[in-house]
């Protein structure tokens, strides 16, 4: 039996199609985060980047995000550091250390409904940074999503 492209190739072998599919649109790397300064750890908000629908998870404006959003990630299998950003349920980080996609991934369920219902999104919890005071928030910080393992 042969092996799904996630298993079977690094994050540099894949072409521009699997890349983009290795994303479960969970909208969780659209999060507003902070890294303390000491420890280096990513504290996750719940307040969202203006371009996220927080109803379905996708970005408004994929296409043009990087040069409306400076501070948006355009993940790039050169660009590891990034990793570190991401969440740690991120298929990018999963296939980057060799570890299997979990059920709820579209790619293994063949839905993108799973994602939502396994609770893993950010679907009616996050509220747009448009709505939000900038000196807010730091005081929005959840504890439903981490980079950590």
């Known amino acids: 039996m042969t092996k799904p492209f996630w298993e079977a190739k690094s994050l540099d072998e894949l072409n521009a199609e699997e890349w983009e599919s290795l994303c479960d649109g969970c909208g969780r790397c659209c999060l507003r985060k902070f890294e303390d300064p000491d420890s280096g750890a990513i504290a996750y908000t719940q307040v969202s980047c203006w371009l996220l629908d927080c109803d379905t998870c996708r970005c408004r404006n994929y296409p043009e995000r990087l040069s409306l959003v400076p501070d948006c990630i355009g993940l790039k299998p050169e660009d590891r550091e990034q990793l570190k950003w991401m969440p740690s349920t991120c298929a990018y980080r999963l296939v980057d250390a060799g570890k299997p996609l979990p059920d709820w991934h579209p790619l293994v ?9 396994a609770g893993i999104s950010v679907q009616g919890r996050c509220v ?3 709505f939000v005071h900038e000196d807010e928030i730091e005081s929005l910080i959840v504890d439903w999503v981490s980079a950590e393992d």
């Open 109 to 117: 369920s063949g839905s993108d409904k799973t994602v939502h219902a």
């Open 128 to 130: 747009s940074e448009a």
